[in-house]
Structure formats: C-alpha cells, structure tokens
C-alpha cells in the first residue's frame, strides 16, 4: 500500500518560484536573476568575478559605501509596431542587485575594475598594515 503524503507549499518561497518562472529578461533574451559571482583570496589582494552576460558596462554599476560593496543594473527596453491600424508595445525590463560586505583590510581607494566578454573583474586590495611583516627579534 502506497503512502499518502500531505503536500505543503512553502509560501515564503512562492515569489521566488514566480521570480524563477517568469524573472527577468536582459536584452540577448536570457533570463537573469543574479549574477554568478566568484571571490577568491590571493596574496594581498582579493578577487571577485561576477558574470554579466548580455549586459555592456554603461549597463551596470558599482558603488562602495562604507564598508557595502554594491554591483546593481536596471535596464528597460520598449518597442512600439504600427502595422495594419493595430499598435503593438511591448515592454521589457531587468534589474538585479547584489551587494557584500567588505573586509576591513581592503583599501577602499584601491579597487579596480575591468570588464570584458561579460565578466566583471574586481581586485580589492589589501591596506599595507594588513599584510604580513617580519618582526626583528633582538638579542640582549
């Protein structure tokens, strides 16, 4: 005998299934929700690389706030289509925000960015009085 089992929806998930099936549409006709990012530690430095394909680099920003660093992009397209006495207009919009906190070794003056095939490179640089030193050690 097979097992009835009850179904209940989680309903704080309910609009990030609706994010999820409708979600927003970026010009090349992908679908984005956030953008992929990875972070990595090198020495005296760190790396983060977020993918934003479809996208060109006056379609994004970047910001830091304090210690918050912000990658945010809003686009909206419209297209208007007269065509036998009917008028067509569709609208398309997409926007995503992603934001992280910064450690407090990174020089905030000291961020670069590059873009390049839809990947956004970000060093954040370590201040100098986060990176290892010798210490002397004196005899007496």
Not at 7 to 18: A, E, K, N, Q, S
Not at 43 to 62: K, P
């Given at each position: 005998m097979k097992s009835l089992i009850s179904y209940r929806p989680d309903y704080t998930d309910l609009f990030d299934g609706v994010d999820r099936l409708f979600g927003s549409l970026v010009g090349d006709g992908s679908w984005m929700k956030?953008?992929?990012?990875?972070?990595?530690?090198?020495?005296?430095?760190?790396?983060?690389?977020?993918?934003?394909?479809?996208?060109t680099e006056n379609d994004f920003d970047v910001q830091v706030h304090d210690n918050l660093l912000t990658i945010s992009s809003k686009k909206a397209e419209s297209e208007e289509t007269n065509k036998n006495?009917?008028?067509l207009r569709e609208r398309r919009a997409a926007s995503f925000s992603r934001s992280f906190v910064l450690p407090k070794d990174v020089d905030r003056e000291k961020i670069d960015a590059q873009f390049k095939n839809g990947l956004l490179t970000l060093v954040l640089n370590k201040t100098p009085e986060a990176k290892p030193r010798s210490i002397q050690i004196k005899s007496n």
């Amino acid at each position: 005998m097979k097992s009835l089992i009850s179904y209940r929806p989680d309903y704080t998930d309910l609009f990030d299934g609706v994010d999820r099936l409708f979600g927003s549409l970026v010009g090349d006709g992908s679908w984005m929700k956030h953008p992929a990012v990875d972070i990595r530690e090198e020495e005296g430095r760190y790396v983060l690389e977020a993918e934003l394909t479809g996208l060109t680099e006056n379609d994004f920003d970047v910001q830091v706030h304090d210690n918050l660093l912000t990658i945010s992009s809003k686009k909206a397209e419209s297209e208007e289509t007269n065509k036998n006495g009917y008028v067509l207009r569709e609208r398309r919009a997409a926007s995503f925000s992603r934001s992280f906190v910064l450690p407090k070794d990174v020089d905030r003056e000291k961020i670069d960015a590059q873009f390049k095939n839809g990947l956004l490179t970000l060093v954040l640089n370590k201040t100098p009085e986060a990176k290892p030193r010798s210490i002397q050690i004196k005899s007496n």
